[in-house]
């Protein structure tokens, strides 16, 4: 997301008496002022101090998501949708007050189709509590932001994570979605089917658009049979380069890897004294390969030859499934891990994204987007009254 508006206050307008009493009648105590249910919802896990909605309101269905978007396009009241709140650059933030609409409660799992493979869930369900209550079809859901965070959001977000070396991200997982727009009305982006060449690409134009286009209210995804074998590696380098270009390599040769992830010598310093483990303190990749047994030792070895090639050394195995969780759980609390290095302190985090060729001269660069007009007229024809969790992505003139 774009950095939230420095001037907050003078943005703000009060709710208007009639709809403030129109959602409390409605939906009675799933409606709250209480500062802390507020203060709840009006941070996420960045850095940036909180600004709270004035109202929130956790809603059960897609019709209710409607009723209560209808109501805020009609009295011009903001609206920014909230799943699990643990998204990390601001999203979350209510610049212009208004409303945070709350989708944890929608969290059935409406649909698992094996021989598609692919599952249909309300905007809440959490990643964790998909693949726990698919675990009997023997398939998974693969994305793993870190964070156990909503399908809903993690959709709005575009979603990546660990995994997506060999999975994608939520831009290649997502088939179709229901969508609240910010009229109120209810819109399925695709039908269940993975190819379609009719028309735009509704489902992707939604993907990633952080409830500045509208709400999502059900995700279909694609699942993925549960892999046979999985073993994990850790690699050690004399440098980041070295390590950058080992991780080149690895891709460019066609290496199936699952995960791959990059730990400087501070941060591994940082996760050793977080989780209580032992990692040589320097620049280090953390390898998962999936597959049939053969197939993983197969690309084991390869990425073992790559890495020495690359002045690589301590390629360490860890195949027993504690072991390679007590790694991964590691690598997901590397966040917290680098808060406790000054404790008191909060992050700022963000992604980096450049081809493959470019990746070794990117660490530590940002790369600027020049699309924005574009996506201003966007902004526009989804939500002409900029209603939909304003001020976020790319700031219209009245969110100056
Ligand atoms: C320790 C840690 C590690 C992380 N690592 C990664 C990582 O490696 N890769 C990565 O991609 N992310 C990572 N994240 C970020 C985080 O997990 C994602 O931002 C997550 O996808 C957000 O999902 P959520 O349900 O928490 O959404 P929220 O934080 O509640 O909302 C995020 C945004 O999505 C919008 N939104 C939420 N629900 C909906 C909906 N139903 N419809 C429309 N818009 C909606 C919100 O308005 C907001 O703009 C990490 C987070 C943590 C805490």
Redesign the pocket.
């Known amino acids: 997301?774009n950095h939230p508006m420095p001037h907050p206050s003078l943005l703000r307008k009060a709710m208007p008496d009639t709809f403030v009493d129109a959602l409390r009648t409605r939906f009675g105590d799933r409606f709250s002022m209480t500062e802390a249910v507020r203060m709840h919802h009006g941070r996420?896990?960045s850095a940036f101090d909180p600004m709270l909605p004035d109202a929130v309101v956790f809603a059960l269905s897609t019709e209710e998501v409607a009723a209560i978007v209808a109501l805020c396009s009609e009295h011009e009241v903001p609206v920014?949708?909230?799943?699990?709140?643990?998204?990390?650059?601001g999203?979350?933030l209510a610049i212009r007050g208004g409303i945070s609409?709350d989708?944890?409660g929608?969290n059935a799992v409406l649909a698992v189709n094996p021989e598609d493979l692919t599952a249909t869930v309300q905007?809440?369900v959490?990643r964790k509590q998909l693949n726990v209550e698919i675990k009997d079809t023997g398939l998974f859901f693969p994305i793993?932001?870190?964070?156990d965070?909503?399908?809903?959001?993690?959709?709005?977000?575009?979603?990546?994570?660990?995994n997506?070396v060999r999975y994608g991200?939520?831009r290649e997982n997502v088939v179709s979605l229901t969508?609240v727009t910010a009229e109120g009305k209810i819109v399925k982006t695709a039908r269940r089917a993975r190819k379609s060449s009719a028309g735009y690409d509704l489902t992707r134009i939604?993907v990633g658009?952080?409830?500045?286009l509208?709400?999502?209210?059900e995700?279909t995804v694609k699942l993925y049979p549960q892999p046979e074998a999985i073993s994990a590696a850790v690699c050690n380098f004399p440098t980041v380069e070295d390590a950058v270009r080992c991780t080149i390599t690895t891709i460019q040769m066609g290496v199936p890897v699952a995960r791959v992830e990059l730990l400087d010598a501070a941060f591994v310093k940082a996760v050793n004294a977080h989780s209580k483990l032992t990692l040589t303190e320097s620049p280090l990749l953390l390898f998962e390969f999936h597959g049939s047994e053969a197939g993983v030792r197969e690309q084991a070895e390869l990425v073992q030859e790559i890495a020495s090639e690359h002045n690589g050394r301590e390629f360490t195995w860890a195949t027993n499934p504690e072991d390679r969780s007590r790694l991964w759980s590691a690598r997901?609390?590397?966040?917290?891990a680098g808060l406790q290095v000054k404790p008191g302190t909060r992050a700022i985090?963000t992604?980096v994204c450049v081809p493959i060729s470019r990746l070794a001269d990117s660490i530590g660069e940002t790369v600027a987007d020049c699309a924005l007009d574009l996506m201003r007229a966007l902004k526009r024809a989804f939500d002409p009254k900029n209603i939909m969790?304003p001020g976020?992505i790319v700031a219209l003139a009245e969110d100056r």
Do not use: Q
């Open positions: 997301m996420d896990e920014i949708p909230f799943g699990t709140g643990s998204s990390l650059e999203h979350l609409l989708v944890s929608m905007a809440g959490t793993d932001p870190g964070a965070a909503s399908l809903g959001g993690m959709a709005a977000t575009r979603a990546s994570g660990t997506a991200t939520m969508v939604f658009s952080e409830g500045t509208g709400i999502i209210t995700v997901h609390a590397a966040y917290f985090t992604d969790n976020k």
